[in-house]
């Protein structure tokens, strides 16, 4: 057999330089050559021959690519994007690739500008190219390259003419490199990372290495800057100026991700100044806990992928930017940069505005876990030369941020000596960071324990250091480096682990996942997922997990997310007074102003600043709160407590709230259990009446044979006002094959619980009720409920009771619990008391907050890729539903959920997309007595028990009015 072509040799390449320091400017020239390129696609990988590489090739027939940018988003007629998030989508035989290899050649022409130095030398830099690239210059070949999300660089200044130079690319989608990057996100062929062209004045340093550990003890931190040539370091602010190797310790103030202290400084070397932003800070293991500067450190993180709606993993500054900026306006304070190394750009703004960060290897070959493992290449000695480039690359690359904090191998790629190889490695090149991986469960080549989506339980047992395995393993911090799977509807159960890692000093947060959806523009669905692509293999909707919606358009989950992390709680502190904890891990509370409200049934009376002192990181005080204005007697009353900025930042104004606190004064009154005693005056029943098939109760008119209300006052009613149990399922609800739980979404849809029949059994009606027994029960399944109504009213208000007693060995859990009518699409706006602003279910509350609230029906439901159960507004007391002539109010005599939306359950379960759902001519209403927990069993553990709703007997009620009753 013939040698295997280089795309498919599993060596890292040839002809690059070795990896070094990045660094985003410096005085010495530089010319982007990123832009539209001529670009040729080609079906495999030897369709063409290499005569396009040749300085005098003619590519005017060629069409062009954006560089950065993927082929496979310009169009059909350049094949399409594919999701997988598991499974590798070409035949697994390492390190052979499919002969169908999609090849794009790129040529770029360019002159050097006329200031260009004449001296010295030049390198080409390739920050990003999927999955490998050959590279010509002027018709002379450099070099060629595996590791996508990794940069290399070529010496080329010998080859460069001052006008009409060529570059060549030839790049094909498949490599030997693809078997070490099955990263779950979409395969996304191109030159997708800058392209630059850095002139080398003589003398000037290849590489450096900025050391700044700090003493917490002493306050001191010490500065050296290994440089491969000499060179002067200087430091301004501090008053340095030093050689280059030569250590100096001086007063400092640490660098966090809290207080991101940067000092600006100088290298300069040869003919080239290279400005320098040092960090101090000292990453440590003590007793078991992480540590910075000698404080425990709690991560509040997000992982997070590379995505653009438009443009893939090709990312400009200032979308790195946004999401940095949103990052911290949403009090997450850590970033697992998942799955690969990060442009290099986007981790200098994770040290200005100060982020901690796990900055992860170009590493993953998951697709080999449904095959027992076997060829996986970490445990292959002839796959270790790629992998220690790889892990070369990324230390190399970004070492001089004091931001990271730790190195990871990679992700989901099993065991082997290839990662023990990279261990050593990296442990010998930097020992002053920790290392991560969370696929060793020996901890052997670790220094943190790491694992991904463990159960409640399971986080409490290792919280305690009552979980078995190897001695190490206990003496190590914990981090999920995973959990809390943000896809869809959720997650759920957020509020549940951070009480456990407040609680239990070994318990160092975790990094959610993840933190973007990444659905791409589509020319129907709006948002395309797996499969809207043609894809031959794909993964669905899984692709779309995250906090954000593609557009950055922040979810309900990130709005809980940063309500459960946030790093000041505000609580009650017995008679008068509120207790204000600083949770901060280094910050103390003087960068912030807090105000109070108090609020007497949602309305706010009253509001002022409240004088809290400095309180250290860590360090709890009491606040008087001051004395409550007047209000009605027996109004619901609560004091809301907020934080905010005092100052404008980097990335927020000054008042940008960080945290929040609701102190209830007293209690609502309690609901009446008639319609007669809710009236300020007793007003006396009103009695059925029974003429023409119909019955008038009140303002209702309801089906003599059916008992189905059917208008109520001037409104139709559809659908009867009768109950429901069925949801659209959430992705979470769906839960993931691979989950040894039951889910709840296929025991649902098997049982029948969307195919619900209602059976008329009795109607009776005496002097002051309307009664309708009836059996509610899936075909085929000896489970029902017994479901009795009972309305009554008076002069202009309806109530319902309603009695629901279940039947039959009940062994799941119902989705809902409540009534569902239908009311004209006119009533368009909304009113409500109880909490918001937004969605939130049992176990995704934390953000919700009581007051009046009030917004655009089309504007309470929330746009999930795929489309499920969304937009319930929790522990409502009233709501109304307007338009500019007619309207309802619904009250509980209990705290109620409702959602209102233009389309039915049904049609909601049914719709694949957001353009699938078409308003109708009815606005249905659900008003839930309860609803089931969120969890987050598409990927983690389910709904914990306290969420679940079980069936069993209940009762409760609503009275109908008008609206402003």
């Not at 001296?119 to 080409?124: D, E, K, Q, T």
Request: aromatic share 8%.
């Amino acid at each position: 057999m013939s040698a295997l072509p280089w795309y498919e040799d599993v060596s890292p390449g040839r002809g690059t330089l070795p990896p070094r320091a990045w660094y985003a400017r410096s005085d010495a020239s530089a010319l982007s050559l990123n832009g539209d390129w001529a670009f040729r696609l080609s079906p495999t990988a030897d369709t063409e021959d290499e005569s396009f590489a040749a300085p005098d090739f003619d590519a005017s027939g060629w069409g062009t690519v954006a560089v950065p940018g993927h082929w496979v988003l310009r169009g059909k007629e350049y094949g399409g994007p594919a999701y997988t998030n598991v499974r590798y989508p070409f035949p697994v035989d390492p390190p052979r690739v499919p002969t169908e290899n999609p090849t794009g050649d790129h040529l770029r022409r360019f002159d050097l500008p006329a200031d260009w130095p004449a001296g010295g030398g030049a390198v080409l830099r390739l920050d990003g190219v999927e999955s490998c690239a050959r590279v010509w210059l002027n018709g002379t070949e450099l070099g060629e390259f595996k590791g996508s999300r990794l940069a290399h660089e070529f010496t080329v200044g010998h080859l460069l003419g001052a006008r009409d130079n060529v570059l060549a690319l030839r790049v094909h989608q498949w490599s030997s490199g693809s078997y070490l990057e099955d990263q779950d996100q979409w395969w996304l062929p191109g030159v997708f990372r800058d392209v630059t062209l850095l002139h080398r004045p003589a003398g000037s340093p290849g590489d450096f290495f900025t050391h700044a550990p700090y003493d917490h003890v002493t306050g001191h931190g010490t500065l050296r800057v290994e440089c491969d040539v000499p060179g002067r370091v200087t430091v301004p602010e501090l008053g340095l100026d030093l050689a280059t190797g030569e250590s100096v310790t001086v007063p400092v103030e640490p660098w966090s991700a809290e207080v991101p202290r940067l000092y600006e400084g100088e290298l300069t070397a040869g003919g080239e100044r290279v400005p320098l932003r040092i960090g101090f800070r000292t990453v440590a293991v003590e007793n078991g806990v992480m540590t910075v500067n000698g404080r425990r450190v709690l991560f509040r993180g997000v992982n997070r992928h590379e995505f653009h709606p438009q443009h893939g993993r090709a990312l400009d500054l200032a979308t790195m930017r946004q999401d940095v900026v949103l990052m911290k306006r949403h009090n997450i304070n850590a970033v697992r940069t998942s799955h690969y190394p990060p442009h290099p750009a986007f981790l200098d703004l994770c040290d200005t505005y100060g982020l901690w960060v796990i900055d992860e290897g170009d590493l993953e070959t998951h697709g080999f876990e449904d095959l027992a493992w076997q060829g996986n290449p970490v445990d292959d000695p002839r796959w270790t030369p790629a992998l220690l480039d790889r892990a070369a690359r990324l230390v190399e690359r970004d070492k001089n941020h004091p931001s990271v904090v730790m190195w990871s191998l990679g992700n989901e790629c099993g065991t082997g000596a290839g990662l023990t190889a990279m261990a050593r490695w990296i442990r010998d090149r930097d020992p002053s960071r920790l290392l991560h991986y969370e696929g060793d469960r020996s901890c052997a080549d670790t220094d943190v324990y790491s694992r991904m989506y463990p159960p409640h339980a399971e986080v409490d047992e290792i919280g305690r250091r009552a979980d078995e395995g190897p001695e190490r393993r206990r003496e190590l911090p914990f981090v999920l480096c995973e959990y809390a799977h943000a896809m869809g509807n959720g997650p759920g159960g957020l509020a549940d682990y951070q009480r456990l890692f407040e609680t239990y000093e070994r318990c160092q947060g975790g990094f959610v996942w993840e933190w973007i959806d990444h659905g791409l523009v589509h020319p129907v669905h709006g948002y395309g997922y797996g499969g809207d692509f043609g894809e031959e293999l794909h993964d669905g909707n899984f692709v779309c997990d995250g906090l954000l919606f593609p557009d950055r358009t922040p979810s309900p989950g990130l709005l809980e997310y940063k309500k459960v992390v946030e790093p000041v709680r505000i609580a009650d502190g017995g008679p008068g007074t509120i207790l204000v904890t600083n949770g901060h891990d280094v910050a103390d509370l003087a960068r912030l102003a807090f105000t109070w409200s108090f609020l007497a049934d949602g309305e706010t009376l009253a509001t002022g600043p409240l004088d809290v002192p400095a309180v250290a990181a860590g360090a709890s005080t009491r606040v008087a709160l001051p004395v409550p204005p007047s209000h009605p007697a027996g109004a619901e009353t609560v004091w809301t407590v907020r934080a905010v900025l005092a100052e404008d930042t980097a990335w927020a104004s000054a008042g940008h709230e960080v945290a929040w606190g609701q102190i209830p004064v007293s209690g609502p009154a309690t609901a009446p259990r008639s319609v007669t005693a809710a009236a300020a005056h007793p007003v006396r029943p009103m009695r059925p009446v029974h003429e023409a098939g119909r019955i008038t109760l009140g303002p209702g008119v309801f089906d003599a044979r059916s008992g189905a209300l059917l208008s109520l006052g001037s409104l139709p009613v559809a659908g009867g006002a009768r109950l429901d149990v069925w949801r659209a399922p959430t992705d979470n609800d769906e839960g993931a094959p691979w989950q040894p739980e039951e889910r709840h979404g296929p025991l649902w849809r098997g049982l029948g619980l969307h195919r619900m029949r209602h059976r008329i059994d009795e109607i009776t009606w005496s002097d002051d009720e309307l009664t309708v027994r009836t059996r509610v029960a899936p075909a085929a399944s000896d489970l029902g409920i017994r479901t009795t109504y009972r309305w009554s009213a008076d002069g202009s208000s309806l109530r319902l009771g309603v009695e629901v007693v279940p039947e039959g060995d009940w062994r799941v859990p119902l989705p809902r619990l409540g009534v569902r009518l239908g009311l004209p699409a006119a009533l368009d706006r909304a009113v409500w008391y109880g909490a918001g602003p937004g969605e939130a279910y049992p176990d995704t509350r934390a953000a919700a907050r009581l007051g009046r609230w009030e917004a655009a029906v089309d504007t309470l439901g929330t746009p999930y890729l795929r489309p499920q159960e969304n937009g319930a507004r929790i522990d409502t007391r009233w709501v109304e539903l307007t338009s500019r002539t007619d309207g309802v109010r619904v009250r509980g005599d209990r705290a109620f959920s409702f959602t209102a939306r233009r389309w039915t359950t049904e049609q909601l379960d049914a719709a694949a997309h957001a353009t699938d759902l078409v308003p109708g001519d009815t606005l249905w209403l659900h008003l839930d007595h309860a609803q089931h927990g969120i969890g987050s069993q598409s990927c983690g553990p389910g709904v914990l028990p306290a969420y679940r709703l079980d069936a069993a007997p209940a009762s409760f009620s609503f009275t109908f009015g008008p609206a402003g009753g």
